[in-house]
């Protein structure tokens, strides 16, 4: 759990040095938080105070999955199990 300053919510910072070939290890608490696995797709987006790092949205695949999950499962089933998984990755 983040730090709380005053009220607010701080994120916690964990340092990792980047190798000769432009390499960085994320820990492995993140990797868990955020369903980081190998092959997963990140996302560097350039701040004006520095890089965000995050998994890349793969826009479309949802309504693919959704269209293939139709011929079996009821739109009602479908968003009850993606509440499940937004539990389970909190």
């Known amino acids: 759990m983040a730090p709380r300053v005053k009220g607010v919510s701080?994120?916690?910072?964990?340092?990792?040095?980047?190798?000769?070939?432009?390499?960085?290890?994320?820990?492995?608490?993140?990797?868990?938080?955020?369903?980081?696995?190998?092959?997963?797709?990140?996302?560097?987006?350039?701040?004006?105070?520095?890089?965000?790092?995050?998994?890349?949205r793969d826009e479309g695949s949802f309504a693919k999955l959704a269209g293939l999950a139709s011929r079996h499962w009821t739109v009602e089933r479908m968003l009850k199990r993606l509440d499940e998984l937004r539990r389970e990755n909190v």
């Open 10 to 56: 701080v994120p916690s910072a964990e340092f990792r040095r980047i190798t000769s070939k432009g390499q960085v290890t994320i820990p492995n608490s993140l990797r868990k938080r955020y369903n980081i696995v190998t092959s997963t797709k990140l996302e560097f987006i350039s701040w004006p105070d520095g890089i965000l790092v995050r998994p890349a």
